[in-house]
C-alpha cells in the first residue's frame, strides 16, 4: 500500500504538468492566432439613395448578383438581436467561438443516431460564410471551430454580430439583414417588430426553404415556435403570420449612379414630387408616341436652396429602344432659344435697353453670321419685352453683339457652363444655341434667376459662403422675368415664366419655368439625335411643363418689385418716354440710372397737325414688315432732302454782338414736289423753308445735331460745330 502512493503520485504530477504544458501550449497558440480580415476581399456592397425625408429610393445590385448593405450593430432593433440569439446561439455572449458543451453534444449525437441539435454557434456560422467552409465533414468541421476561435481571439461579439448580420443569408439573392428588412418588410432593420424579427431570423438556416412568400407554411410554422420561446406563449396569429416582400426600390437610378461614384447616399429628392414628374413625363409620352415622340428628361429645383427636388434621366432607365441608360440630365445638346433670357437680363443690366426699348427684328447680318427666325419672316421694330416673349432671333443676337466684355459667353461660364469649347469660339451663335449645356446647368442658371442672382451648384442643402455679388441684378431678373410672364398661353399655370428652345435640325426641345420658389426645366428628344421634323419646344415641350407644374401644384407668388424699378409713361409706338405730342401712351418699367430714356421725337407737331418722323431705317422696316403705319404718308417713295448748309466738314464761328452776322443758313434740296423742308435740332422745331431756299439759324456755340424733313417723313441729319470767336 505503501508503495502505490508515490506511484500514484509521480503519475498525478506528470498528469498536471502535462496537463500545464498542454494548457501553456494552448495558451501560446490562441495568442499566436494571427489576425483573420473580417469580411471577403473585394465585398461589395449595395448602394442606397434616400429621400430628404430618410424613405429609400433606390437600392441598387452588387456586382456578385447580390443585394447586401453593411450593417453597424446600433442600427439593429433589439428586437431583432433578441430573436437572432434565442434561434441561433443563446450561449453567444459567453463562449470563445466554439461552444463545448455543444460540441459534446452533437458528437454525442452523431455516436448514438439521435438528433440532439447542432454544433455550431454563431461565430462558426459566420466562419463558413466568411470562407466558403464545406461543414459536413470532420476535416471541414475543424477548419470550421478553428476559424471561429481566429475570429473571437481578434475582434468582438459586438464586430463578431454586425458582421453576421451582414452576410446572413435571408433568401434568394439577399443578404444581410438591412437589404432583409428593407424587402422583405419595407423598413430599416432599426424598426423590425418582434413578430418581424422572428420571421427574419428563421430563414438562415434554411433560405431557400423558409424564403419569405405568402404561402411558406415552413418559414411560418418555424417563426411560430420561435416565437413561442420568445414570448412563453403559443399564439397561433404568430404561425400565421407572413412577410410582406416589397419590390426592389428603383427611383432615381441616373441619379442614384452619380451619387455612387461619390459615395453619397442621402439626396434632397422630395419623393412625392419625384413620383409627379415621373408620371407626368409617361402620360405625356403616351400620348404623343403616334407622333415618333419617345424620350425626355426633367429637373426640379427649389430655387432659394438650390435643391434638386426631382431628378428623371430618361423615360425608362432598362428601356433600351430609347437607350434609357444614357442621362438626359447631363447630356450635352443644344439649348436652341433656352439662353434668351439672360441676353435680355444682361443688356438691361448694362443700360442696352429697357423693356419697351424698340428693337430691329429684320434682316441683318453680322459679319458672317446670318441670323433667322424660326417663322422664317421678321416682324420689324418690336419692343423688347416682346421680342423676348415671342422668342425673336434677330433682336437677341442684335442685343447680344452689344453685351460688354465678357458678354453671353463670360458669363455662362462663370455660372457654371461647362462649354467644351474655349471662349470666343463659339461667337454671336451661342444666343441661339450654337454651344451645348445640360439640363442641369440650364436649372443651375435659371435658379439664379429665380432667387438671388448668384451662381450655386445644385443638390446639396444652402450652406453659408463668402458673399458673392450678384451676377445678375434683382432689377434685371424681375423685368426678365416679368417678361417671360406677360402674354402666356390660356393653359399656362399662373404666375410660370417660362421659355422654350428648340435646337437646329428639331433634335431638341426645352421648357424652362420658374412658378415661385421653383424651377423646372424639361427636354423631349431622342439621345440618338433623331429629328422631330415640324416639332417645336412650343408644342411639345412647352405642354409638359405646363402640365407637370400644375400636377405639382406649383405657384407663383406676387414679389415686390426693388426699388430701382421706376414706371413712365412711355410712347407706345417709340418705347421713348412720351412727348406732349405722343397720341399713344402705356406705362413702362425702367432702371432708374441704368436704362435708356429718351423723350420720344417720333411724334412732331406741324402746322397744328401731329405726324410721324421716322429714321430712313425705322420705314424701311415697317415697310418690309407689313405695318398699317406703312400706309401714312411717311412711307411713300422718293429720296430724302440733301442738306445743302450747313457742312459737316466745317467748324462754325460766331462773334459775340453780332447776331445778324452769326446766323448760318439752313438749306437742303429735295425731290419734285416736295413744298417745304422742315428744320428741327433735336426735338425743337427751329421753322420750314423751301426748297433751296435757306432759313437762317442763330445757334449758341457748341454741338448741334440738326435734322431736315421733307413733307412725306424723308430725313437727313448732320451734325454742326459752333465755336465762340476768341
Same mark, same amino acid.
Given at each position: ?337 433656352? $439662353? ?5 437680363? @444682361? #443688356?438691361? &443690366? ?5 423693356? *419697351? +426699348?424698340? !428693337?430691329?427684328? %429684320? ?78 446647368? $440650364? ?5 439664379? @434667376? #429665380?432667387? &438671388? ?5 445644385? *443638390? +446639396?442643402? !444652402?450652406?453659408? %459662403? ?78 409638359? $411643363? ?5 400636377? @405639382? ?174
Amino acid at each position: 500500500m505503501n508503495r502505490r502512493f508515490p506511484k500514484l503520485k509521480r503519475t498525478l504530477q506528470r498528469l498536471v504538468i502535462g496537463v500545464s504544458v498542454f494548457a501553456v501550449i494552448l495558451a501560446v497558440s490562441w495568442f499566436l492566432l494571427p489576425r483573420p480580415v473580417l469580411f471577403p476581399t473585394g465585398l461589395g456592397f449595395s448602394k442606397e439613395v434616400f429621400d430628404r425625408d430618410g424613405n429609400l429610393l433606390h437600392l441598387s445590385i452588387t456586382n456578385d448578383g447580390k443585394y447586401r448593405i453593411p450593417v453597424r450593430l446600433d442600427a439593429v432593433s433589439e428586437n431583432m438581436i433578441r430573436a437572432t440569439l434565442e434561434m441561433e446561439d443563446r450561449r453567444f455572449f459567453s463562449h470563445v467561438g466554439a461552444d463545448p458543451r455543444s460540441l459534446l453534444r452533437a458528437a454525442w449525437g452523431a455516436a448514438s443516431g439521435q438528433k440532439l441539435g447542432g454544433a455550431s454557434t454563431l461565430t462558426m456560422q459566420y466562419a463558413r460564410l466568411r470562407w466558403g467552409l464545406r461543414t459536413r465533414s470532420w476535416s471541414g468541421k475543424v477548419t470550421q471551430v478553428f476559424r471561429a476561435l481566429q475570429i473571437e481571439r481578434h475582434y468582438g461579439k459586438q464586430e463578431i454580430l454586425a458582421a453576421y448580420f451582414t452576410l446572413a443569408p435571408y433568401g434568394g439573392n439577399v443578404e444581410g439583414v438591412e437589404a432583409a428588412a428593407r424587402l422583405w418588410c419595407g423598413k430599416s432593420a432599426h424598426d423590425l417588430t418582434l413578430r418581424e424579427a422572428a420571421a427574419l431570423s428563421v430563414i438562415p438556416q434554411r433560405p431557400t426553404v423558409r424564403k419569405p412568400r405568402a404561402d411558406n407554411r415552413a418559414s411560418q410554422a418555424a417563426q411560430g415556435r420561435l416565437m413561442a420561446r420568445l414570448t412563453g406563449t403559443a399564439d397561433a396569429v404568430d404561425g400565421e403570420f407572413a412577410l410582406a416582400p416589397i419590390p426592389v426600390p428603383r427611383m432615381v437610378p441616373h441619379l442614384a449612379r452619380r451619387l455612387a461614384e461619390n459615395q453619397i447616399s442621402h439626396t434632397t429628392i422630395d419623393r412625392s414630387q419625384q413620383f409627379t414628374v415621373e408620371r407626368s413625363i409617361a402620360e405625356f409620352l403616351e400620348r404623343w408616341h403616334p407622333q415618333g415622340l419617345r424620350n425626355a428628361a426633367a429637373i426640379l429645383v427649389h430655387a432659394p436652396t438650390r435643391e434638386i427636388r426631382a431628378y428623371v434621366g430618361s423615360a425608362g432607365f432598362y428601356d433600351a429602344q430609347i437607350q434609357g441608360q444614357v442621362d438626359g440630365v447631363i447630356a450635352r445638346r443644344s439649348p436652341g432659344s433656352a $439662353l434668351k433670357p439672360f441676353v435680355y437680363a @444682361l #443688356a438691361l &443690366d448694362q443700360g442696352l435697353m429697357h423693356p *419697351g +426699348t424698340l !428693337l430691329d427684328d %429684320t434682316a441683318h447680318r453680322f459679319g458672317g453670321y446670318n441670323p433667322e427666325n424660326s417663322d422664317r419672316g421678321f416682324l420689324g421694330p418690336i419692343p423688347a419685352s416682346e421680342a423676348l416673349r415671342r422668342s425673336r432671333n434677330v433682336p437677341a443676337v442684335e442685343l447680344a453683339s452689344h453685351l460688354k466684355p465678357p458678354g453671353l459667353d463670360g458669363f455662362l461660364r462663370n455660372a457654371g457652363v461647362a462649354f467644351e469649347k474655349p471662349p470666343g469660339e463659339y461667337g454671336l451663335s451661342l444666343t441661339l444655341g450654337g454651344g451645348e449645356v445640360t439640363l442641369e446647368e $440650364l436649372a443651375r442658371i435659371y435658379a439664379m @434667376l #429665380a432667387s &438671388d442672382g448668384i451662381s450655386r451648384p445644385l *443638390g +446639396t442643402k !444652402l450652406i453659408e %459662403t463668402e458673399p458673392a455679388p450678384p451676377s445678375l441684378s434683382c432689377a434685371a431678373r424681375t423685368l426678365t422675368l416679368d417678361a417671360l410672364r406677360v402674354g402666356s398661353q390660356s393653359n399656362t399655370p399662373h404666375g410660370l415664366a417660362w421659355k422654350t428652345g428648340t435646337s437646329h435640325g428639331f433634335r431638341d426641345a426645352w421648357a424652362c419655368g420658374v412658378c415661385g420658389d421653383w424651377v423646372l426645366c424639361m427636354w423631349v428628344g431622342h439621345f440618338d439625335g433623331t429629328p422631330m421634323p415640324g416639332l417645336f419646344a412650343r408644342d411639345t415641350a412647352a405642354p409638359l $411643363l405646363f402640365q407637370t407644374v400644375q400636377r @405639382l401644384g406649383l405657384h407663383g407668388s406676387a414679389t415686390p418689385r426693388p426699388s430701382e424699378i421706376v414706371d413712365a409713361t412711355l410712347c407706345a409706338d417709340s418705347g421713348c418716354l412720351a412727348g406732349p405730342n405722343c397720341p399713344n401712351r402705356v406705362r413702362g418699367p425702367f432702371i432708374a440710372g441704368v436704362s435708356p430714356i429718351t423723350e420720344c421725337d417720333v411724334h412732331r407737331k406741324i402746322d397744328g397737325v401731329v405726324r410721324e418722323f421716322w429714321p430712313e431705317h425705322r420705314l424701311e422696316q415697317f415697310r418690309r414688315a407689313g405695318f398699317p403705319r406703312m400706309q401714312s404718308p411717311a412711307s411713300r417713295g422718293g429720296t430724302a432732302p440733301r442738306i445743302v448748309s450747313p457742312q459737316p466738314a466745317l467748324t462754325y464761328i460766331v462773334r459775340p454782338g453780332f447776331a445778324e452776322k452769326n446766323a448760318i443758313p439752313l438749306e437742303a434740296e429735295a425731290g419734285a414736289g416736295t413744298r417745304q423742308i422742315h428744320w428741327f435740332d433735336g426735338n425743337r422745331y427751329l421753322g420750314a423753308s423751301a426748297p433751296s431756299q435757306p432759313l437762317l439759324w442763330q445757334p449758341a456755340p457748341g454741338r448741334w445735331s440738326l435734322q431736315a424733313v421733307d413733307e412725306a417723313g424723308r430725313a437727313t441729319q448732320v451734325a454742326v460745330h459752333v465755336i465762340a470767336e476768341r
